[in-house]
């Protein structure tokens, strides 16, 4: 078993290295960050001399090898956009994302599971076929879409919830919570279900497909035979049984609303890292892509990481030394 | 027992009323504006981006000598008064009795530490005040500003240039503009300490900026605001959501198709007006044989007819009905009606004549027309890609094969400015209201390609086809030096005349400014898309 973490824990930094190298070379392709950077009036002397002092005219070796280090040692540079300090700039940002991250990942997880254990068990009822429906829209509507029209829906309709931002906000630290404040959960509402609609889609099917083919399972019917209560087979045996692949896709789907936030975060104007990601983009602002880059391979990493951990809790199978199952 | 019980309960009643009215009494009488923009200043330090939208929203916190009024005509603002006492030298006279907002005097020291601070490595305003050789302080209120040559629109060009306090930023290391280099982030970039009308409170980049009334602002105030919030928001979508909802009051640009949406929304009104920005279209003339073109060993473009072809393929008129909704002025010059300089009377596009165009084409060797690639932005200028379509189709009924290179801004405009391009779309918006700044960077011949001389540094920046007419290069240096504003226009007139003959460029049209606005507030719209809180009335 240490040689398994040990193992994946090289792999991850492999990987890390890896994504570095691919975003640089792809920002040679994004456009030029000087062009953005100064006044349509400056010169192309001037240009010239900027780029040179931003070493953008080194080879390419020599600015990999610049970043890698710089990266390594924890300083990204300064934003071409806004002139301050990379990390300041995500550190700011981060909580907006963290904590739109974890609300939607909550709803995806405990409405989809419901859904899925419900029409799971109930297959025939009527509920059942509605919560199918649901998904299957929230599978096909885009997520730019969905949002739009939530806030034409809620906001400009109803005018209950707010269209935009993330409400009055406090400063605990170098965190900004949304947690404490009322218009900070009615604003967190309507992105959280635009960025977890679809995820809350996937895990409901995963669930139902899953609970349908589990208590189907002999060890169930020798249970049921037994005198079991329903309740304790139902959500004791059968949903934890079902639970190592809805784990997996838990794990990916956390990493991806986390990094693909960027829609969601740009429809709601919601101050997160996608938005300032998506922002670096148009602007060329290398330093913040490139940590913006790095970040969301680490995220991936961690959680992927901590999946495979996480295997060896549950399934008591996968604990054996020497095991090869589930890589 | 029971005495006190009754006072307990009064006590609480009175209190609970108490709250009550303020929470009624207050939000009446308080008047916040909100407001949103597509994306956020770029700095609250004015020196750090040349850029419209940037100067225009710290032109509500920072002040420069001069300001435009609702006609967008110079008045008089932290200078009372302005004359030239030699051909080189301009006097100002400072406005006395104004502070800074953190209480500070102004005085002339703080115009010659400005100056200072504006060409120093950082700063993107250099050349806003490059004319600028010296400031010469004649008293505490008047300075003498000596410059490299005679400078006639001085006071026009140096209205976005803001004038900031040399203790405030000797006190908080705000000397100089920040640089790439430092590992700290300028004072500057999110404190300000300006003359302007408001304060800011608050300054969240990319996120929300909320600034109050100065109280001891020097001019009378005609706008009513206690607190002013602005936000931006990017997606048009939500921002026009944001409007319609009640959230906001203000919201711009309103996009073209929602304008009709908006006027018809009870409450609400779209403001259209006619924007300092000329959309056009450049050509290489300058290469022995196109970069992007299948014409091999000479260069259709260098032909004043081809040139004149492609102009009257275009229907402006097809253009401004069905992509721009009626919201554009289609023209024949490179500058608008609001710049100085203009000329309703040369103001006549060249007639929409697809025969006329094939007939030119065949008579300058080309009967089966050719191939080139447009270059257009498809996310700066108001339906920009769209509008390069129509032209790429109507080139192609005349014989003309356009192929449409769309690209992001960054993308397009470092393509076009390294010259990399045969045939282009750009716009152009004249900061200082004149004539002069678009047709040196636009028209006049690039800097870069003239080797017997050194030409004024910047010229031909944009010029990215390369038109080069010696004679409207030299009518345009006198302009720049010309005092006299009769002979000043005449030569305007002559210069412009000749590039509109020999289709330097082909102009389209200007762009339309698009706000929406909640009926509950009074709002100015100005000419260069700015805007100002100093004239906003909340009913």
């Known amino acids: ?327 | 027992m029971a005495k006190r019980m009754n006072f307990t309960r009064f006590f609480t009643a009175a209190t609970v009323l108490t709250v009550l009215l303020l929470m009624v009494w207050a939000p009446v009488h308080a008047k916040t504006f909100k407001w949103a923009f597509q994306s956020d200043a770029g700095s609250m330090d004015p020196y750090t981006m040349n850029n419209t939208m940037t100067l225009g929203f710290t032109g509500n916190i920072y002040e420069g000598l001069v300001r435009h009024d609702k006609n967008e005509v110079i008045e008089p603002c932290l200078a009372t008064d302005w004359k030239t006492i030699k051909p080189d030298v301009w006097r100002f006279n400072l406005r006395k009795n104004v502070t800074f907002h953190d209480g500070t005097p102004f005085t002339a020291e703080d115009v010659i530490f400005s100056w200072k601070r504006a060409v120093s490595q950082g700063s993107d305003m250099k050349s806003f005040v490059n004319g600028i050789k010296d400031i010469i302080k004649v008293d505490d209120h008047t300075v003498d500003i000596v410059t490299n040559g005679p400078w006639p629109l001085l006071p026009n060009d140096v209205f976005r240039w803001y004038i900031m306090s040399q203790k405030w930023c000797e006190e908080n290391d705000a000397t100089e503009v920040a640089e790439f280099k430092t590992a700290k982030e300028n004072y500057a970039t999110r404190h300000t300490n300006g003359t302007g009308p408001f304060m800011l409170k608050d300054r969240e980049p990319q996120v929300k900026t909320v600034m109050v009334p100065f109280p001891n602002w020097w001019d009378k105030r005609v706008d009513n605001v206690t607190e002013a919030i602005f936000t931006p928001i990017k997606s048009d979508a939500t921002r026009i959501a944001s409007l319609l909802s009640g959230e906001l009051e203000m919201i711009y640009p309103l996009p073209i198709q929602d304008v009709n949406r908006v006027q018809k929304t009870p409450g609400f009104r779209a403001i259209q007006g006619e924007e300092t920005r000329t959309i056009f279209l450049g050509m290489d003339v300058w290469r022995d044989e196109l970069l992007y073109s299948d014409v091999k060993g000479k260069n259709p473009l260098k032909d004043v007819r081809v040139r004149k072809a492609m102009y009257q393929a275009i229907d402006m008129e097809a253009i401004k009905k069905k992509i721009m909704r009626g919201a554009c002025w289609p023209t024949a010059l490179m500058i608008g009606s609001t710049i100085n300089g203009f000329n309703p009377e040369l103001n006549k596009r060249f007639p929409y004549d697809p025969e006329e165009s094939k007939r030119l084409l065949a008579e300058a060797g080309y009967p089966n027309g050719f191939s080139i690639v447009l270059d257009t932005p498809n996310d700066r200028y108001v339906n920009d890609e769209a509008i390069s379509q129509a032209v790429a189709a109507m080139l192609a009924k005349v014989g003309i094969k356009c192929k449409l290179n769309s690209q992001t801004r960054s993308k397009h405009f470092a393509k076009i400015v390294s010259m990399d391009t045969s045939f282009y779309l750009l716009g152009w918006s004249p900061m200082s209201f004149d004539m002069y700044n678009t047709y040196f960077t636009n028209v006049m011949t690039k800097a870069e390609t003239i080797k017997d001389r050194v030409p004024e540094p910047g010229q031909g920046n944009w010029n990215c086809g390369n038109y080069s007419n010696p004679k409207v290069d030299q009518l345009l240096d006198a302009i720049a030096g010309e005092i006299d504003p009769a002979k000043r226009q005449a030569l305007i007139n002559e210069a412009m005349r000749i590039h509109k003959e020999d289709v330097g460029h082909i102009p389209l049209h200007q762009q339309a400014l698009s706000w929406g606005a909640s009926d509950k507030v009074e709002v100015h719209q100005s000419a260069d898309n700015t805007f100002s809180l100093r004239w906003v009335v909340v009913k």
């Open chain 1, 1 to 327: 078993m240490i040689a398994y973490i040990i193992r994946r824990i090289l792999q991850s930094i492999v990987v890390m290295l890896a994504v570095a190298l691919i975003a640089f070379c792809l920002f040679r392709y994004v456009g030029d960050p000087v062009v953005s950077m100064v006044g349509r009036d400056t010169t192309y002397q001037q240009r010239e001399a900027l780029r040179k002092e931003l070493g953008l005219t080194d080879p390419v070796v020599v600015q990999f090898a610049r970043f890698v280090k710089n990266a390594a040692m924890g300083n990204f540079g300064i934003s071409y956009e806004q002139r301050r300090p990379v990390v300041d700039l995500i550190a700011e940002r981060a909580p907006a994302t963290l904590e739109l991250s974890l609300i939607s990942g909550l709803f995806a997880l405990v409405v989809g599971i419901f859904m899925g254990v419900y029409s799971g068990l109930h297959r025939n009822e009527y509920l059942s076929k509605i919560f199918q429906a649901v998904s299957l829209v929230g599978i096909s509507l885009p997520p730019f879409l969905v949002g739009i029209l939530l806030i034409y829906g809620f906001a400009v309709i109803l005018g209950w919830l707010p269209s935009m931002g993330r409400g009055v906000t406090v400063k605990l630290g170098f965190w900004t919570t949304g947690f404490l404040t009322l218009s900070g959960w009615k604003s967190l509402i309507l992105p959280s279900i635009t960025l977890g609609l679809f995820q809350m889609t996937l895990i409901m099917r995963l669930v139902r497909s899953e609970m349908l083919e589990v208590l189907r399972t002999d060890y169930i019917k020798f249970c049921r035979a037994r005198g079991l209560k329903r309740r304790d087979l139902n959500y004791g045996h059968a949903l934890k049984n079902t639970l190592v692949p809805v784990i997996t896709v838990t794990g990916l789907q956390l990493g991806q609303i986390i990094a693909y936030s960027i829609i969601t975060e740009t429809v709601f104007q919601w101050p997160g890292m996608g938005y300032l990601f998506l922002q670096a983009v148009q602007r060329v602002d290398f330093p913040v892509m490139g940590a913006y880059l790095l970040l969301v391979a680490l995220i991936f990493v961690f959680i992927n990481l901590i999946v495979d951990f996480l295997y060896l809790v549950v399934d008591p199978r996968l604990r054996k030394e020497g095991t090869t199952v589930g890589k």
